[in-house]
């Protein structure tokens, strides 16, 4: 008989200085039943992360890393795991009590499943976060032996995905850093014939942290990371419209403006890692950003 006592989706979280809302998100994670295994990778944190977690919560498995890795972190993260599936949660967000047993049973019932994107839910008020509309309307529909819409999208701090899937797509890129790094591994997934699918019966919670970056900053990465993705993976024609459009872009905005300039920084880096998407996926790439 299954251990139902044993949770066969792991918990990864990565953080940074959020020692508050860290504390918070694990215990809301150790009220869960069953308890998953909770794996911490602390980026280079210099407050009291890591002290916190040894003292306060000597189940969880820390990760204590010697610089800011950016989202990498959660490839750590999944290393250190030995469950099937592995959830993110950011260290301001946790899981609904019941949510990652859902995700478990589409996954065993659904092999071409790789991903589920689990409806968020905001703030004390539990209101429905934007991004949930925007998935459940997926314009890719969905097929008998999937749970859900196929997207082609998700939120990091919000997924659940198949260990053996996220390892074939190599995980998140680490020259992404942060900002937008969840639509580069989207598209790996689609890539190698796994399926991401939204669950709306699956949920998170997000309490988003008040300790966050400058908007700008924030800005600049995510116009960075977008040209990136695109340029590591899109065709051609997408490559020049995209590209064209921040340059116009930046003739007026600081933001387009710095991030045209990182990009180009690393032009034959990029070229050297470029491999072109399947025809299938790239149609379901124009079909979800025509809508």
């Known amino acids: 008989m299954p251990d139902t006592t044993r949770s066969p989706v792991s918990v990864v979280v990565a953080t940074r200085d959020r020692v508050g809302e860290l504390r918070r998100t694990l215990n809301r994670l150790g009220s869960l039943e069953p308890r998953p295994p909770v794996v911490v990778v602390d980026n280079a944190s210099e407050d009291e992360t890591a002290e916190t977690v040894r003292t306060e919560f000597p189940d969880v498995t820390l990760v204590r890393l010697g610089r800011n890795i950016g989202c990498a972190a959660r490839n750590t993260g999944v290393a250190y795991t030995n469950t099937p599936y592995v959830a993110f949660s950011d260290d301001d967000s946790w899981w609904a009590p019941g949510a990652l047993e859902r ?10 499943l790789g991903l589920v994107a689990a409806a968020i839910l905001v703030g004390d008020e539990e209101r429905a976060d934007p991004v949930n509309r925007k998935l459940l309307e997926s314009p890719l529909g969905s097929a008998d032996d999937l749970p859900g819409p196929r997207v082609m999208g998700f939120l990091a ?19 992404l850093f942060f900002g937008g790094e969840e639509t580069l591994l989207a598209q790996d997934l689609a890539a190698r014939g796994w399926e991401l699918c ?14 966050r970056p400058p908007s700008k900053w924030r800005h600049t990465l995510e116009e960075r990371n977008a040209l990136w993705t695109v340029w590591l993976r ?3 024609r997408v490559v020049l419209t995209r590209t064209a459009r921040t340059a116009v872009n930046a003739l007026g905005d600081t933001c387009s403006r710095r991030a045209l300039r990182a990009a180009t920084a690393v032009v034959p880096q990029i070229l050297a ?13 124009t079909l979800v950003e025509r809508t």
């Open 198 to 211: 939204h669950m709306p019966q699956v949920h998170a919670h997000h309490h988003p942290s008040e300790a």
């Open 157 to 175: 701090c919000a997924c659940v995905v198949r260990r053996t899937a996220f390892t074939q797509a190599g995980g998140f890129d680490p020259l």
């Open 273 to 285: 890692a470029r491999r072109r998407l399947p025809a299938a996926v790239e149609r379901d790439l």
């Open 103 to 112: 995700a478990a049973d589409a996954f065993e019932a659904h092999p071409r």
């Open 234 to 236: 899109r065709r051609p």
